[in-house]
């Protein structure tokens, strides 16, 4: 069979993964120019590997990410377990937080090994071709037919995709209603000897939480050490749409405060905006996906909780109802 995937996060790249490997013709199409959506890492301007998406991953010992992480991705692995307070979101206790020193995308990249990804290329239509689905893009280029489609994005931009696909509307105004916090991010390189803990809370103020990366076995590149600022989701509302200098006006005095470092001026700054970062709410899987319909809708917005692990688990249950069919 002929199966497209939309979006190369984890819970497409699981998905497409598992497919492959039962033999079928799968494409995975990325809008994006990497692997991994959320789980996201960039170089810094000065050369440091630092993560502004999902800080760390929770991977329950014998869970379905456990499997892919021992299968593909144990060089640089690193068990985050500097003490500090947990990063929000956290909520499978006793699992191990894994980071890699190389970047959160090692593992999306891992599992993304083999297959066809064509990235930089946004899917904006699927329609009825006879009995198979044709996948367009932007320009109406179309990109294949396929016997099966797999939606990945999250909730809007999944509706988006559903909007026009057979039996996609009435879905699409559900995946639509899905509520996500906002997250501005500001990563930042200051000259300060780095700190025990991994991630520092502070009760006030307009941060969610600080993360140091050196606690990622990235060493400080030339004195200077790497941090990741995530404010919180009405602040971040307020600046998603304001200069950057209107941002880092607010998070870097409350990371100065942080780290206990008033006059610290950073070596280097860059701002991150994700208006889709975590589901405060999510959709039955089962009931998003009738059974009959062959655009199956996989991801966040579908996961039966809101852990790694549960989106994870979102691609590997789309990849057995094609493989059951
Ligand atoms: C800052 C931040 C912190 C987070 N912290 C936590 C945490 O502590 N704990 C936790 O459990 N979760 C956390 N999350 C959420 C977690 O990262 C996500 O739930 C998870 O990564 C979602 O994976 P996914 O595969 O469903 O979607 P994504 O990773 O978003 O993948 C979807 C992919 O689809 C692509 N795409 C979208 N539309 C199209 C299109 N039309 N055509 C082609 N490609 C398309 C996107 O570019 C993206 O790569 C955090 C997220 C962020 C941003």
Avoid: C
């Avoid at 497409?12 to 692997?35: I, P, Q």
């Avoid at 991977?59 to 500097?82: C, F, I, M, W």
């Avoid at 639509?176 to 025990?196: C, H, I, K, S, T």
């Avoid at 993360?211 to 404010?231: I, M, Q």
């Amino acid at each position: 069979m002929r199966i497209a995937v939309i979006g190369a996060g984890i819970a497409g790249l699981v998905a497409a993964r598992d497919l492959s490997d039962a033999g079928h013709e799968v494409v995975v199409f990325e809008k994006s120019r990497g692997m991994g959506g959320r789980m996201a890492a960039r170089r810094s301007e000065g050369g440091a590997v630092v993560d502004h998406g999902l800080p760390v991953l929770d991977v329950p010992r014998d869970g379905v990410l456990a499997g892919y992480v021992v299968e593909l991705a144990t060089d640089d692995l690193v068990e985050v377990d500097a003490p500090g307070q947990p990063v929000p979101g956290r909520s499978t206790e006793g699992a191990p937080q894994l980071a890699w020193a190389s970047g959160m995308t090692r593992l999306p990249k891992a599992l993304a090994h083999g297959l066809e990804v064509v990235t930089d290329t946004r899917v904006a239509a699927i329609r009825a071709d006879g009995e198979m689905l044709e996948v367009a893009q932007d320009q109406g280029n179309t990109l294949g037919t396929y016997d099966w489609v797999i939606v990945t994005a999250p909730g809007a931009q999944a509706a988006d995709l559903l909007d026009h696909s057979p039996r996609g509307a009435v879905r699409a105004a559900d995946l639509r209603a899905v509520p996500y916090d906002l997250a501005v991010m500001v990563l930042a390189g200051v000259a300060v000897e780095p700190p025990e803990w991994f991630a520092h809370r502070p009760l006030t103020g307009p941060i969610t939480y600080v993360t140091s990366e050196t606690a990622k076995e990235r060493a400080p590149v030339d004195g200077v050490a790497s941090f990741v600022v995530r404010l919180d989701p009405d602040v971040s509302e307020r600046l998603m749409e304001a200069s950057d200098a209107a941002v880092l006006a607010e998070a870097l005095p409350a990371l100065a405060k942080v780290l206990g470092k008033p006059a610290a001026t950073p070596a280097w700054t860059q701002v991150k905006r994700w208006r889709y970062s975590t589901a405060r709410d999510r959709l039955d899987q089962q009931v998003m996906n009738p059974e009959g319909t062959r655009v199956l809708v996989a991801g966040d917005a579908v996961a039966a909780g809101p852990r790694m692990e549960d989106v994870a688990a979102t691609g590997q249950w789309a990849a057995r109802r094609i493989l059951d069919s």
